[in-house]
């Protein structure tokens, strides 16, 4: 593919994960207003939050107008441009250069079908469904029609602001397609420091993030919808060290509405996706791409990692990574409107195959209703299918738990959460922990310990292997 296809057939490839599993059509043609308060858009977490909004709802609405104050624009992630609008705008072209996407003053709110609004900006919504967000620290609120309380943490920790704009965008969609009442979110403040979902507007109570994160050598394997998502994340964190990107695949159009780092231009040129992460990580981290499949960049010799992002489901390549006994590992999968993020310290916790028996698509594990949850919308070398919001999410969720691994006492919480992005994220359970059962693992009970512990020696995690003081059973 050389040059742009027209509208029709876009559409018809870049929206059809997203088509496949939704019960209606509505958000290709929703207007959307975003618009933003001064004080908030000014500040870092401001721009994070207006930033992941926009990218995220290009990767879905066709028609959104930017109504912000004229703030300086964000100088962490490209494009350049005077202001922060203008490079929103900028932004969204290039993930769909056939959307309707402008910058507009002095707006009609009743012109809209949905208003997304960057901390409390001054306007009369009338019918109007407002959403309104506020992120700081690791806390992320999200209000529907209401007022929302600020969040106190100003510090430049993306990961909040970030995951309300996946929420906000979340919502969005919701209001776009009309799910029911129930369904839809009318206050959350979301902790994704400890994974769990409040109604009430509780204030930051976790620590700051540290000057410099250091990671020694990460392997993400898989830079698909949650890699490339994650690194987009990762950019924003002041980390130090090496990352592995292993993965096979060139950037088609099908990508590019799942993904906040793919570019319309990634998928005419067919770059690999490997080489769009790797040039947008460059002057970030100490990138080595490899393209190719994870036994082939196994059977290179690569440097030995310090923690390993499995985020790839093609060619069982979760059963060879677990078969090479591991280090750490932080992962997310996304099913459908589920995120699923996931802890794995070796012998400790649950390993990969506990998580993802082979030769299902399920995880095996347990959730709140009893029923066993969709691992990632698919089995091995089909397809997955999610909305754009829950992949964004994911990678966020990523990026996050890798900030946490230099922090005092890690680990905080139990190795899994998840949560049901297409629930009243309060009122329906929409955050839940559960441990998989261990017993039921192809390779846990056979598994050597000793043989792990040699795997892993000198890697930079591997204190936390003994932390519990034995491994867990459940």
Not at 43 to 52: D, E, F, I, L, Q
Not at 260 to 269: C, E, K, V
Not at 321 to 338: F, Y
Request: hydrophobic share 40%; aromatic share 6%; with cysteine.
């Amino acid at each position: 593919m050389t040059t742009l296809p027209p509208p029709e057939e876009f559409y018809a490839a870049r929206d059809d994960r997203t088509n496949r599993i939704s019960d209606g059509t509505d958000y290709r043609d929703a207007a959307i207003l975003v618009t933003g308060e001064r004080d908030v858009l000014s500040t870092y977490a401001g721009r994070v939050a207006a930033r992941t909004t926009l990218n995220l709802l290009s990767r879905f609405a066709r028609n959104v107008d930017v109504d912000f104050p004229s703030v300086p624009s964000d100088d962490e992630l490209a494009p350049v441009a005077p202001t922060l609008a203008e490079q929103c705008v900028e932004q969204m072209r290039a993930a769909d250069p056939h959307g309707r996407f402008n910058c507009t003053r002095s707006p009609d709110p009743s012109s809209y079908d949905c208003i997304v609004a960057v901390g409390n900006a001054d306007f009369e919504a009338g019918a109007t469904p407002v959403l309104r967000l506020d992120g700081g620290g690791w806390l992320a609120r999200v209000v529907r029609d209401e007022p929302v309380k600020p969040v106190a943490s100003r510090d430049e920790n993306p990961i909040g602001p970030a995951v309300a704009a996946c929420l906000g965008g979340a919502e969005a969609f919701k209001t776009a397609v009309g799910v029911s009442e129930p369904a839809l979110t009318d206050a959350v403040t979301y902790d994704a420091f400890r994974h769990e979902a409040h109604e009430a507007s509780v204030e930051p109570t976790a620590p700051d993030l540290p000057a410099s994160i250091d990671l020694g050598t990460v392997r993400m394997v898989g830079v698909g919808s949650v890699g490339s998502a994650a690194a987009y994340f990762l950019k924003r964190l002041t980390v130090d060290g090496t990352i592995q990107l292993v993965d096979f695949d060139p950037v088609e159009l099908v990508n590019l509405n799942r993904s906040p780092l793919f570019t319309a231009d990634h998928a005419i040129g067919g770059t690999s996706k490997v080489e769009a992460t790797a040039e947008f990580l460059a002057d970030h981290m100490d990138v080595r791409p490899f393209e190719g499949d994870y036994d082939a960049f196994t059977a290179s010799n690569p440097e030995a990692a310090d923690v390993v992002l499995p985020l790839a489901n093609e060619r069982s390549v979760r059963r060879s990574i677990q078969h090479d006994r591991p280090p750490l590992m932080v992962h997310a999968s996304t099913g459908q409107s589920d995120v699923f993020v996931r802890r794995n310290i070796p012998l400790e916790e649950p390993c990969l195959l506990c998580h993802f028996p082979p030769d299902t698509a399920e995880t095996g594990a347990a959730c709140a209703a009893g029923e066993a949850p969709k691992a990632d919308g698919s089995g091995d070398d089909e397809p997955d299918a999610a909305f754009p919001f829950a992949s964004f999410l994911a990678g966020c969720f990523v990026a996050g738990e890798l900030a946490k691994l230099s922090l005092d006492d890690y680990p905080f919480v139990k190795p899994v959460a998840l949560v049901r992005t297409l629930t009243d994220l309060c009122e329906v359970g929409a955050v839940m922990q559960y441990v998989p059962n261990r017993s039921d693992c192809p390779l846990c009970p056979e598994e050597y310990p000793e043989v792990h512990r040699v795997a892993i020696e000198g890697t930079q995690f591997e204190h936390l292997t003994g932390h519990s003081g034995g491994r867990q059973s459940n």
